[in-house]
């Protein structure tokens, strides 16, 4: 007999989409407690059921209240762990639900995107003893003054990662509508394979260049405790990624995924004059006014001019143009233009900080392909490119196959 385990399980949205699906994910959880496991379940919201009421209070105020859209939004999940209780009740065992306000879980006062302070787990803990399966909303918390927050979207991963390490739990699982964490996005790839272990930086930086898994809050509280992961389909019963503390044979690999994002714009700035806080001036103004700038490239001063090229979230590229023209004239640059037929192919891997000539090799492949290089940003562990939108999807096969991820960590 295995031994008895505490074990934290977040299902998504798309796993409790519909009755047979939540009633598929009680039996899941049932069979576990029959094994003797104490179990708590973290459940996100029904389906697309935030969208939805994201789209409804628009449609009734198209600037609404931060306070009022945690108060709605907080509903979601709380109809989802009342059904699956519900389904698991039905199947015969005992199990008990829990908004974030029942359980104590006190953020700050940010709502939308609040953080979590403390979680009170004396009623999870009672509730175990008293042998229920305990279900938690996930993705909302409360204020020290009782007002109903909210983690930021996908928040339920947040959760579920900060009561596994509230409860010390022996497991995590992260239960959703694909296998695991893959190489690179297997619509794009079919040889895409699952990646049997990551890296927690490896997980964050997939997860900011592109790669929708987790959110990613949850990822560095998950390695800012050291909680292990594992991330698997709600459809099956096959092992899926682990993320985890780095161990050194994970340097052996030198990329662990290729990720592409196709959400960016480009803007650069000509002829900016060649002096001190040009460039201050520019991305102050564009902070200040909340849109965050990603990759940045200046080139070098001839005639003590340059250009100054920038990528931002393609949603953000209307308001961005015009701030960045009102600098321009006060700054005495020339024009200002737009570009977005641009894509990010970018690949990852704590292997490159051990390894040289990754860099070379990511240039080569793309280069044999007639694939030109726009930008280039690096960090410790991974490299982007930004190239011409139409070559986004050669660009992943390309690289994929060059850092042979087919045959990799598995
Ligand atoms: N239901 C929330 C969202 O869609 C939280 C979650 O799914 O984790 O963002
Ligand atoms: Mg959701």
Excluded at 37 to 54: K, M
Excluded at 258 to 270: D, F, G, Y
Excluded at 272 to 294: Q, T, W
Excluded at 388 to 397: D, G, L, M, N, T
């Amino acid at each position: 007999m295995s031994p008895k385990k505490l074990i934290v399980q977040k299902f998504g949205g798309s796993s409790v989409a519909d009755v047979r699906r939540i009633q598929n994910v009680a039996k899941r959880i049932v069979s576990y407690r029959k094994k003797g496991h104490n179990l708590v379940v973290v459940v996100s919201a029904l389906g697309d059921t935030t969208d939805e009421l994201i789209d409804l209070a628009h449609k009734i105020n198209s600037d609404p209240s931060e306070r009022e859209m945690d108060m709605l939004l907080s509903t979601g999940e709380q109809i989802s762990v009342a059904l699956l209780a519900m389904a698991i009740h039905k199947l015969g065992s005992e199990a008990i639900s829990f908004t974030g306000l029942q359980v104590g879980i006190i953020t700050d006062t940010s709502h939308t995107r609040a953080r979590i302070i403390k979680i009170n787990t004396d009623k999870i803990k009672e509730a175990l003893r008293q042998g229920k399966i305990v279900i938690v909303a996930g993705f909302q918390g409360v204020t020290l003054n009782q007002d109903i927050t909210t983690l930021g979207r996908g928040g339920s991963d947040l959760t579920a990662v900060a009561l596994a390490k509230e409860l010390k739990a022996d497991e995590c699982e992260i239960y959703t509508d694909v296998e695991g964490i893959y190489t690179t996005d297997p619509h794009i790839e079919p040889k895409a394979r699952k990646i049997e272990q990551i890296t927690y930086d490896e997980m964050l930086e997939m997860a900011s260049l592109g790669a929708q898994v987790m959110q990613a809050r949850s990822i560095e509280v998950a390695k800012k405790f050291d909680v292990p992961i594992h991330v698997r389909s709600s459809f099956s019963n096959n092992r899926g990624t682990m993320i985890i503390r780095e161990v050194k044979k994970m340097e052996d690999v030198l990329v662990t995924g290729v990720t592409l994002n196709r959400k960016e714009a480009k803007i650069t700035i000509c002829d900016v004059p060649d002096r001190p806080g040009v460039a201050a001036r520019i991305f102050k103004e564009l902070a200040a006014n909340g849109i965050s700038v990603d990759m940045i490239v200046q080139n070098v001063s001839h005639l003590r001019q340059t250009d100054i090229s920038f990528t931002v979230n393609k949603a953000d590229i209307a308001k961005a143009l015009k701030l960045t023209r009102k600098v321009a004239k006060n700054i005495c640059a020339g024009e200002v233009l737009r570009d977005e037929d641009i894509a990010r192919v970018s690949i990852v891997g704590v292997g490159m900080r051990s390894h040289h000539g990754v860099a070379a090799t990511m240039f080569g492949a793309l280069a044999e392909n007639k694939i030109n290089i726009e930008m280039i940003s690096t960090s410790d562990i991974s490299i982007s490119c930004i190239i011409k939108k139409k070559f986004i999807e050669k660009a992943v096969k390309v690289l994929h196959k060059k850092f042979r991820l087919v045959n990799k960590r598995g």
